[in-house]
């Protein structure tokens, strides 16, 4: 079946560090979309990419998506507290559902 | 507008109980699911409805029923709950499926015990 995976699991960074998370799809994506959740809440939409290649950016974060439309990241430039919580990728199949990875939870040292 | 709503935030199930987890939503969006998200796990599809009077399985429905006879309401059923069903749930919607946003509700984290 549809497998989003993606590495690390965690990573615990001092603030002002950069910040990467990697995701990978067992299949071809039409687009992927990012999300954060901060512990005890819900996850929040970031962005979403649907070219192959496609590269946003929003302030410190930069999220790329692969030229195989199978993999993606997000990276964060010099990581502030407020970054803290758990970013998830979401990949799109069949165009009405979307696979979850298993998140990457990212600790901000101050 | 509020957006998603679920209810109830919390609850305590024993072994055998029934309950019905709901979900609505003020945004007029077509698509709505529901995902259960287990300790430090991501998010496992469980139902979605593409729309009033339609729905399908997702990766983990066994356990669980929906039924979507609105565009506003999808309520999430667990019969006979188990152990396995602790979790915390979250439903969302958007407006093109994979196309577009998910919007998610607060949660509702549910014990079984």
């Known amino acids: 079946g549809q497998q989003v995976m993606q590495i690390p699991q965690y990573q615990h960074v001092q603030e002002g560090e950069d910040f990467t998370t990697y995701c990978n799809s067992s299949t071809t994506l039409s687009n992927i979309q990012w999300y954060k959740q901060r512990p005890g809440g819900h996850p929040v939409f970031l962005i979403q990419l649907v070219k192959s290649g496609e590269v946003k950016k929003q302030k410190r974060l930069t999220f790329q998506f692969g030229e195989a439309k199978k993999n993606s990241s997000l990276h964060i430039t010099a990581t502030q507290t407020t970054d803290v919580g758990t970013y998830f990728c979401a990949g799109d199949v069949t165009g009405n559902q979307f696979y979850f990875g298993t998140g990457t939870s990212l600790t901000v040292i101050p | 507008n509020a957006g998603v709503t679920q209810t109830p935030k919390f609850r305590i199930l024993k072994i055998g109980q029934s309950m019905t987890l709901q979900c609505t939503q003020d945004m007029n969006h077509n698509y709505m699911y529901w995902y259960r998200q287990d300790p430090g796990m991501g998010l496992k599809l469980i139902y979605y409805s593409v729309g009033a009077g339609i729905t399908d399985k997702g990766e983990v429905p066994n356990g669980y029923n929906v039924s979507r006879s609105t565009t506003e309401d999808f309520p999430l059923r667990l019969e006979l709950a188990a152990p396995s069903q602790t979790s915390v749930y979250f439903c969302?919607?958007?407006?093109?499926?994979?196309?577009?946003?998910?919007?998610f509700g607060n949660g509702t984290r549910l014990t079984v015990t």
């Open positions: 969302a919607s958007s407006s093109q499926g994979g196309q577009s946003p998910l919007h």
